[in-house]
């Protein structure tokens, strides 16, 4: 093609791009109707979009050695044409000009300036063209770079190759859409921020919901024992500021309890806590599940997802069980911890977040980093201040109160008359050691409440909890000092003490390490006892 011939724009054309322009509320669907159209017209061969934003890839920019700054670059968002000879798909953005330093080449430099640059005949004037025999195979003769601007300061620049001489008539349509381009933008990437909001809040009110449920059904801090004060006295002095908690315990202690509390007693309690079992998080979905993804950014991803450190953002993120977090996948969560940043799955764009860090676990993340299972800088990074939650066996003051608590609470779930324990259960719930700790026992008084009759008096703990609740001695202090026990309570509770201290001891009455010694008895006395109350020796 000529030329001589001039390069122009349909009015009816331009107004319908504007006016399209003005409707997108995405910035992704914004920059691909603007070069999808001005690719359009026959006279234009390449349209394409570069916007401003922090280096990333410094290492591999083909333009690094004239790069001035590592601060920012021109980073192609959006580009489409259709080449007449070369076999390069125009359409992509990760080629040679993906990026452009700030004030290199003439987009770098309409970016610097602000200042648009053209060159109306490339034959003539090919200065700013960095391959002109391309252009020349191409048929390319113009080119124009408009910066794209919003109240002064430059976000991007707009771009045309031509086939056609470019002239002034032409340069003014482009600035107009490049001033529209500007203002379409910020509009776009402001609803792009409501809808990831909406999102968020969205994510947000499942969780509170969630953990409203949890709240009502675990019982929260209930008890008098000394341990269970120095919980709350640390929680108190930790809650307030921004530092990550490592809770450690048993299973069941109620790790989940803690973090909650210093999540409420924090200055982000306004704002969700979000929970991540980090044991029941396929390695393959990691980065999805704590990062999120955009759509099609894997098979299967049908629809943007937000990602757990999002929905947490100016909240607090609770790591349950991060122990289990695979060693090869332990990078990417430091990343976020140190820098207080990451990206989404098939997305550039780098989000900074502000999220509190509570972790927990049942493992000893000491010992797990001594034996290369566990990084020793992510160790540091969660364990700023450790709280310890003991097992239940080291509290057993609060054994009484908590069962009263789940005991009253499931009745009532139940819609079932009130029902009391006997002294006699207490001392069976205090002598057992809970290996499952809070958690067994709130699964027992459940069972214990579904089995009861209303208004029944003799309904039997025992078969819950089986031969091992068998009281200990220490175990007496629990019963109310107000209560009276039948003839038939007490000779059970005896003979259940006995049969524990036997079976402790293997069978051996006499002797220092036998049961008669533990029992504080004379060794005839005991075996008086067993003889009368019939008790057969377990071996």
């Not at 009015?11 to 359009?40: A, C, K, W």
């Not at 629809?303 to 695979?326: H, S, W």
């Not at 034996?371 to 709280?387: H, Q």
């Amino acid at each position: 093609m000529s030329a001589e011939r001039t390069f122009h724009f349909s009015n009816m054309e331009i107004q319908s791009l504007l006016l399209e322009m003005g409707e997108q509320r995405s910035t992704s669907s914004l920059f691909r109707l603007i070069v999808d159209r001005l690719s359009s017209f026959e006279e234009v061969s390449l349209a394409r979009i570069w916007l401003i934003k922090e280096g990333d890839i410094c290492s591999s920019c083909l333009m690094a050695e004239e790069c001035p700054s590592r601060e920012l670059c021109l980073h192609l968002v959006a580009s489409a044409g259709s080449p007449v000879h070369d076999s390069a798909d125009w359409g992509r953005i990760d080629g040679t000009f993906q990026r452009f330093p700030m004030g290199v080449r003439k987009v770098g430099h309409i970016a610097a300036t602000g200042l648009p640059v053209v060159v109306e005949s490339i034959p003539d004037d090919s200065k700013w063209i960095a391959h002109p025999e391309w252009a020349r195979k191409e048929g390319i003769n113009g080119f124009a770079g408009q910066p794209i601007q919003f109240h002064g300061e430059i976000l991007g620049v707009l771009a045309v190759f031509t086939k056609t001489r470019i002239e002034k008539p032409a340069l003014d349509i482009l600035n107009i859409i490049a001033n529209h381009t500007a203002t379409a933008l910020v509009n776009a990437r402001a609803f792009e921020q409501i809808e990831d909001l909406k999102k968020q809040l969205e994510a947000e009110n499942t969780y509170l919901r969630e953990e409203l449920v949890q709240a009502s059904s675990y019982g929260g801090f209930i008890g008098r024992s000394l341990a269970l004060q120095r919980i709350i006295q640390q929680i108190d002095l930790v809650a307030p500021t921004d530092a990550n908690v490592l809770v450690q315990g048993e299973s069941g202690t109620g790790k989940e309890v803690v973090a909650r509390e210093l999540h409420q007693r924090s200055n982000r309690s306004d704002n969700a806590l979000v929970k991540v079992n980090c044991a029941s998080v396929p390695k393959e979905l990691f980065a999805s599940e704590f990062f999120g993804h955009v759509k099609g950014a894997f098979t299967g991803a049908h629809a943007n997802r937000v990602g757990k450190f999002g929905t947490a953002n100016k909240g607090t993120l609770f790591l349950d069980e991060v122990g289990e977090i695979p060693l090869e996948l332990q990078a990417q969560l430091l990343r976020v911890l140190q820098e207080g940043e990451y990206e989404r799955i098939g997305e550039e764009k780098v989000r900074k977040v502000d999220v509190r860090i509570i972790a927990a676990t049942n493992r000893d993340l000491q010992k797990e980093v001594e034996a290369g299972r566990f990084r020793e800088d992510l160790y540091f990074r969660l364990n700023v201040f450790p709280i310890t939650v003991p097992p239940l066996r080291a509290r057993r003051e609060d054994i009484a109160p908590l069962a009263e608590h789940f005991l009253k609470r499931s009745l009532q779930a139940m819609h079932r008359p009130a029902l009391k324990f006997r002294p006699e259960q207490l001392q069976q719930l205090h002598g057992y050691d809970w290996p499952g700790n809070v958690r067994e026992l709130q699964n027992v008084v459940e069972r214990f409440a579904i089995s009861s009759i209303a208004g029944a008096r003799h309904v039997d703990l025992l078969n819950d909890l089986g031969d091992e609740v068998t009281p200990s001695p220490a175990s007496l202090d629990c019963v109310d000092s107000d209560s009276v026990l039948t003839e038939e309570e007490m000779i059970r509770l005896q003979v259940r003490n006995i049969e524990k201290a036997l079976e402790r001891c293997n069978g051996k009455i006499y002797g220092p390490d036998g049961a008669a010694n533990l029992l504080g008895i004379k060794p005839t006395t005991l075996s008086t006892r067993i003889s009368k109350l019939n008790i057969r020796k377990k071996r």
